[in-house]
């Protein structure tokens, strides 16, 4: 285990890092915040479900106790340690065979009660022998059922009730009233017995756990993920030579040399050499950036075709790469689950079925006498009462809208994202690979003293053998138009700049305006060349050809390149104010391009020359009042925005960290998939409301009747199946859900 780094002291105050080792729900990760802030000293705590972590902080001078905080979690029914808040280990996602085993073998018990069921309900009587129902019912009840009645156990000890005290309660009442009904029925006769009722719930509940815990380790791969973005070696300038030294061993001040197509591995300023950088998965720019000396330079960026040799300046936990990484770990930390409407009744139905039950027995012991019936009685009450329908109608209303979602490409991660996602009023839109195509394309073009196939020809000859996004664009552009590329020769990589090359005995320049003035081309020329493809939003070339008496370059053209809208955007906005939701703009790129972007699809707002911590700060701006707000991103720099927001649509398109930081994934990288995605949000909540009170309504009229003594056990277990058949049935309806752009079609 890593050595724990000390708290620092003084005025700011301390903080300490612990792996919480037992929860199983948000309310676990509650009673763990609330033990710790008992704890003297203790100013916040912050527990992250998904990570297992907790991160405490102390109050400036107060020396922080370790010892009493890890004995505060084991008190409220946790296990705890302590671990390095500089590097806290981002555990590889369990290996759950052992699980999907276990699942698998209740499933198969559970078989033969369900063709059982099936049978019952289509009036035949048919019923297993009491034993083999036994046999297969116990290792579900009490092995599976473990971890509900440890769970049921710790949410008593904290005096709140959740679904796992209603699990234990109804699957046990359930158990024991057919033991009951075993032990007392006359010798040769064969009662009716409850044991398909705890088998069935146990599995089912215990599948939908077991799809919660896979969902919450995606947060883990998404930090795991930014974390491999961070080179583990590079080549620090040290006692006169450059060596490879881990990046860990990098200090403040250290130059360090990047080579093309190298990642940059310390935030920091070129001191020589020239070249452009890649920082699109970092900053959401489009387009690489030329950086020359006295330029900053970030961790993660790729390095183009230049060697750049940099001055390090931030290192480890200061760099923007760590700070994005942080900002996910918050952001998932910080969010306030929404509880459960279940959970929330649960707390009250509970104790009033308790109440209800022992009423019932208490009444006929008392009242009329009758023990025997007092129990009958009060375990039907529970039996009705069992949560059959409560625990199906989330998961099965979730799971039928998840499939249909995932159908028509969208996936949803978890419950809490369709839980979210029903209520957005505000939909924020990164630009590049969101709303536009997320690489460049050639887009303009002016030729002068040759014809614009000439100059696409001559120029794709130059960047034949680039790995430059803006090359791709030539070469693209010239494959369209059918125009072979010149051959050309003595190619030379102006790092920053652009390139060099002969063609048919004519010395050629390719690159930015920079080059071109530096060729000595005459400043008006240049100006009229620039205006004939200039744009919002638009990066420019220029193709000169030089002179070898040193005369100034001649200029032949002019290329201008943009990042195409996706043609599905426009299409996507509308279907949003269609639906009264606002749209708004979120995007690295400058003021100019975002802007003629928002223009052509008619987005509402803008807010351009973001930073991954300042699209933070803006969705907590619009989060305002009682605004839920989505956020649609794709980009690595995008994953604290997608964590942040009130509900994360991931592009499929896009980085495997936003996918994993985001609940929703978009998988055939169309926005219009986001109106559906919320569609399809809103229609499946208002199936689990629906659900809810079908579950609700069978409790309410079936538990006054089962006191009286009206219902009998056979009844109370119909009532069950009827309510479960109910829940059930009206969840499928959503499997006949469509996108209205696919509804639209003939």
Known sequence: ?????????????????????????????????????????????????????????????????????????????????????????????????????????????????IAQMALQLAGQHAMLPAWLQLLLAAPI??????????????????????????????????????????????????PHLYFEASALVVTLVRLGKWLEGRAKRRTLAAIRALTALRPETARVWRDGAFIEL?????????????????????????????????????????????????DEVATGAINGEGVLLIE??????????????????????????????????????????????????????????????GIVNAVTVLVIACPCALGLATPTAVVVGSGAGARHGILIRDGEALERAHAVTTVAFDKTGTLTEGRPELVGLAAFGIDETSLLRLAAGLQASSQHPLAHAVIAAAERRRIAAAPATDLKALPGRGIAGTIEGTALLLGSPRLMRESGIAEATFEKALASVAGPGRSTAF?????????????????????????????????????????????????????????????????????????????????????????????????????????????????????????????????????????????????????????????LLGIPLAALGLLSPVAAGAAMALSSVSVVANALMLGRWRPASEEQRP
Request: glycine share 10%.
């Open 543 to 699: 193709l000169a050809q030089t002179a070898a008496d040193g005369r100034p370059a001649a200029l032949l053209g002019a290329l201008a390149f943009a990042d195409p809208v996706r043609p599905e955007a426009r299409d996507a906005v509308a279907a949003l104010k269609r639906a009264g939701i606002e749209t708004v703009m979120l995007t690295g790129d400058g003021a100019a391009a975002a802007e003629a972007v928002a223009a052509t699809l008619g987005i509402d707002r803008v807010e351009a020359g973001l930073l991954p911590a300042d699209k933070v700060a803006a969705l907590a701006r619009l989060k305002g009042g009682s605004r839920v707000v989505a956020m649609v991103g794709d980009g690595i720099n995008d994953a604290p925005a997608l964590a942040a927001a009130d509900i994360g649509l991931a592009m499929a398109s896009g980085s495997d960290i936003a996918l994993n930081a985001a609940g929703v994934t978009l998988m055939r990288g169309d926005p219009r998939l986001a109106a559906s995605a919320i569609a399809l949000s809103r229609r499946t909540y208002a199936k689990i409301r629906q659900n809810l009170f079908w579950a609700f309504i069978y409790n």
């Open 1 to 113: 285990m890593a050595t724990p780094r000390p708290c620092e002291g003084g005025a700011e105050g301390g903080e300490l890092a612990l792996e919480i080792g037992g929860m199983s729900c948000a309310t676990c990760a509650g009673r763990v915040e609330r033990a710790l802030k008992t704890v003297p000293g203790v100013a916040q705590a912050e527990v992250n479900l998904a990570s297992e972590h907790a991160r405490v902080r102390f109050q400036p001078g107060r020396k922080p106790q370790a010892a009493a905080l890890i004995e505060a979690v084991d008190e409220a029914g946790y296990e705890a340690r302590l671990i390095d808040i500089a590097h806290p280990p981002a555990a590889e996602p369990p290996n759950d065979r052992a699980e999907r085993v276990k699942l698998a073998l209740a499933g198969l018990a559970c078989l033969p009660f």
């Open 246 to 294: 881990p990046a860990t061993a990098i200090h403040l001040g250290d130059r360090v040399q990047v080579r093309p197509g190298e990642r940059v591995p310390v935030d920091g300023v070129v001191i020589e050499g020239a070249s452009s950088l890649d920082q699109s998965l970092l900053t959401g720019e489009s387009l690489p950036v030329a950086r020359h000396e006295g």
């Open 141 to 190: 009840q009490f092995g599976l059922g473990a971890r509900f009645y440890g769970a049921a156990w710790r949410a008593l000890r904290a005096g709140t009730g959740n679904m796992d005290l209603l699990v234990s309660i109804g699957t046990s009442a359930a158990f024991g009233l057919s033991l009951y009904l075993m032990a007392t029925a006359p010798a040769g006769a064969m």
């Open 312 to 373: 390090t300046r931030r290192v480890g936990a200061e760099t923007l790469l760590a700070r994005i990484i942080r900002l996910v770990e918050s952001a998932e930390a910080g969010k306030a689950p929404i509880e459960r409407l279940v959970d929330r009744i649960s707390a009250v139905f509970v104790p009033i079925v308790l109440a209800l039950g022992l009423a019932t027995f208490l009444g006929w012991w008392w009242g009329a006498g009758d023990m025997v019936a």
